[in-house]
């Protein structure tokens, strides 16, 4: 038995269609480039949180290759 019919049966109003998001009405950054002003807003905010990941990746593997692997023993510094 289909959704539609099993909603009939038991008394239940159709299902709403599915919403489709708003298309973006903002300025594009130039005529000539599919991309609008919204697009690149998000595209910077993105890539600076993965900048600031990375930095952050960065000084915690730092941290491990020198202190916390020397400390438990897992390895040891060569200018040690």
């Known amino acids: 038995m ?7 049966s038991q008394g239940l109003p159709p299902r709403a269609p599915k ?3 708003a298309p973006d009405t903002s ?3 130039a005529p000539w480039l599919p991309l609008t002003r919204n697009q690149a807003n998000r595209f910077v905010s993105l890539t600076t949180r993965g900048a600031w990941v990375g930095i952050g990746a960065l000084v ?3 941290l491990t290759v020198r ?9 040891a510094l060569a200018d040690g």
């Open 27 to 29: 300025p594009r950054l």
């Open 19 to 21: 919403r489709t998001a």
């Open 67 to 75: 202190f916390i692997g020397p400390g438990l023993g897992w390895w």
């Open 60 to 62: 915690l593997f730092w």
């Open 2 to 8: 289909g959704e539609a019919r099993r909603r009939e």
